[in-house]
């Protein structure tokens, strides 16, 4: 071989080199994101996300019972400032430092409510960018939560980066005991009830809705011959009846009023139902059905106060609509 052909030698080398190195990329290299999977969107157009960084693809997204922790990096926020969201426990836990840890579904604010659903659009290992919207509503949370004077709903805009760095994923609902479902279902109310003392009406009712779909999957169907079954049903009652609870504070009288038909199905001698019931039906004008509630209630607890203080004023109330009526009627006849 003569040396003018060397050289050709050589460089078919480095082709094929080059060639091989441009087919198979070396591990360094990071896989390029699949566009569907690059920028997401939720379904109510709160949060959006652009994946930076490809996170484990073989994982499952963080469920319901999950913990782990994050590291993230405020890009920008209006609405609030920093110093708030980071100093005010009303606000958020998460937003206090970075690294932090998280539980999900044990969010107390909506800001962290927000950033658990966030997250769960994450796999391990991931980094991407969200734009987060979140609507604050002290005015249904006793006023706790606020970041201006004014207590009215106003909206806070987050933009931030995230990575989940660790994640113990829990396992399907489906497949927790019934046991472990009712555990947790009772850790949520106690939750709820310690907020709603708080006067935090929104964030105890997250917690009393958790618990309730919980309770009634840990009451489970009568084959499963679950032993607390009864237990269940009654925690599934307490939660309605707080459910109810955060309605009356809303007034929303018709909610309280299906919640709390909801409860007497099953606990008819129920008196703070029956009462709170019979307020709603009241604030309806709805007399006749408020009056009959109380008079069970009464029955069943003849001195208790506040039921006989609200049904003579049920009763007046009743009897000066019924005068005005027949006052019209007599009239239109006359």
């Known amino acids: ?15 094929k080199e080059n060639k091989g190195t441009e087919d198979n990329p070396t591990a360094s290299e990071p896989r390029p994101i699949p566009e569907p999977l690059k920028f997401r969107e939720s379904l109510d157009f709160t949060i959006t996300k652009t994946m930076v960084t490809e996170g484990d693809v073989d994982s499952w997204p963080p469920r319901f019972g999950s913990s782990g922790s994050i590291q993230f990096n405020i890009i920008s926020i209006s609405g609030a400032t920093h ?11 998460y937003f206090v430092s970075s690294p932090c ?18 997250i769960q659009m994450m796999q391990l290992n991931e980094s ?22 004014a207590c009215e709903p106003d909206w806070i805009s987050i933009e931030l980066n995230i990575t989940l760095d660790a994640l113990c994923n829990a396992d399907p609902i489906y497949k927790w005991f019934n046991e472990t479902k009712l555990n947790k279902a009772l850790d949520f109310h106690s939750a709820g009830v310690r ?15 958790t618990a309730y779909k919980l309770s009634v ?11 607390d079954t009864a237990k269940a049903q009654n925690l599934m009652n307490l939660c309605c009846n707080n459910l109810a609870a955060c309605h009356f504070q809303w007034k929303n009288n ?19 139902t029956l009462y709170r019931k019979s ?42 609509t019924e005068a005005k009526l027949a006052q019209r009627m007599s009239k239109m006849f006359a």
Not at 135 to 140: F, I, K, T
């Open 1 to 15: 071989m003569s040396e003018n052909e060397k050289p050709k030698e050589n460089g078919s080398e480095e082709t």
């Open 83 to 93: 110093e708030q969201i980071s100093s005010t426990e009303t606000l958020s836990r």
């Open 101 to 118: 840890e998280f539980i999900i579904g044990s969010a107390e604010t909506e800001l962290d409510r927000q950033l658990e659903r966030c």
């Open 128 to 149: 991407s960018q969200f734009n987060m919207r979140v609507l604050l509503e002290p005015n249904l949370n006793g006023g706790v939560g606020k970041c201006k004077e």
């Open 195 to 209: 907020l709603f003392k708080e006067k935090r009406y929104l964030d105890s009712f997250h917690m009393f809705k």
């Open 217 to 227: 999957l840990a009451r489970g169907l009568p084959t499963d011959n679950y032993g």
């Open 254 to 272: 018709q909610s309280v009023i299906d919640l709390s038909e909801k409860v007497l199905e099953s606990d008819p001698d129920n008196v703070k």
């Open 279 to 320: 307020v709603s039906n009241k604030a309806l004008q709805e007399y006749d059905e408020a009056e009959k509630d109380l008079i069970k209630a009464k029955k069943l607890e003849p001195n208790n106060r506040a039921v006989s203080d609200e049904l003579g004023r049920v009763q007046h109330l009743k009897k000066t």
